[in-house]
């Protein structure tokens, strides 16, 4: 829950760029959300790589359904777990290089990114890629960035919630530039190229409190 962080040291920060200041005025000690199972994060986060967070909900909760262990509770539909790696690789194919994929497959991604999953699952599982709360956060990211299908963004990502990282930049986040253009920060037109190139050269004066920044900027989009 971030709860140990310094918000009034990390607003005084932030506050000082007047582009953000306002928004920080509007929410003041906002936090960075940590993580619950690190294993669990590694498969939300490359299923939710350039896609809405409403189609990442719409395939993670078919994964759950289809592939998660039953689970008893009070809660009227809390009823499956979310599925271990071993799980995944048992209930999610490899897609065949030159058949067409299933329309009805368990998770209805592109081919590419099915075989990420799976192959982020299998590491997991064997102990290849080691991923906790106490983890070498350089020898995590570069344990990340060798697991094909997970790239900068990813890396930075699951360094923020699981390591509750303060200044993870996650480059080439499409949110991040709509919030940016909504705070006043980018002023169109520029590319999409261009314009993440500029909001990361711009974020440098955020450092060490990039993570928190994204809050507020993910917070923009979304109003």
């Given at each position: 829950m971030d709860l140990d962080a310094d918000s009034s040291a990390i607003d005084a920060a932030l506050q000082e760029d007047p582009a953000l200041a306002p928004s920080v005025l509007r929410t003041p000690g906002i936090r960075v959300p940590g993580a619950?199972?690190?294993?669990e994060l590694v498969i939300r986060a490359i299923v939710g790589q350039q896609i809405s967070v409403k189609a990442a909900r719409t395939h993670l909760s078919r994964l759950a359904t289809q592939a998660g262990g039953l689970y008893t509770s009070s809660?009227?539909?809390?009823?499956?777990?979310?599925?271990?790696?071993?799980?995944?690789?048992?209930?999610?194919p490899e897609p065949a290089a030159e058949a067409p994929l299933d329309p009805q497959r368990?998770?209805?991604?592109?081919?590419?990114?099915?075989?990420?999953?799976?192959?982020a699952a299998s590491a997991l599982e064997s102990g290849e890629l080691a991923i906790g709360f106490e983890s070498d956060p350089e020898l995590l990211r570069q344990n990340l960035l060798r697991t094909p299908g997970i790239g900068p963004w990813?890396?930075?990502?699951?360094?923020?919630?699981?390591?509750?990282?303060?200044?993870?930049?996650?480059?080439?986040?499409?949110a991040l530039v709509s919030g940016a253009a909504r705070l006043g920060i980018l002023e169109p037109p520029h590319s999409k190229s261009a314009s993440h190139r500029l909001l990361e050269d711009y974020a440098q004066r955020w450092s060490p409190w990039r993570s928190y920044a994204s809050m507020h900027l993910w917070q923009a989009a979304s109003g």
């Open positions: 619950i199972d690190p294993h809660f009227d539909g809390l009823d499956r777990l979310f599925p271990t790696s071993r799980e995944i690789i048992e209930t999610v368990v998770l209805r991604l592109p081919r590419r990114s099915i075989s990420a999953l799976r192959g990813t890396a930075a990502y699951l360094s923020m919630r699981v390591l509750a990282d303060p200044d993870a930049w996650m480059r080439n986040d499409v």
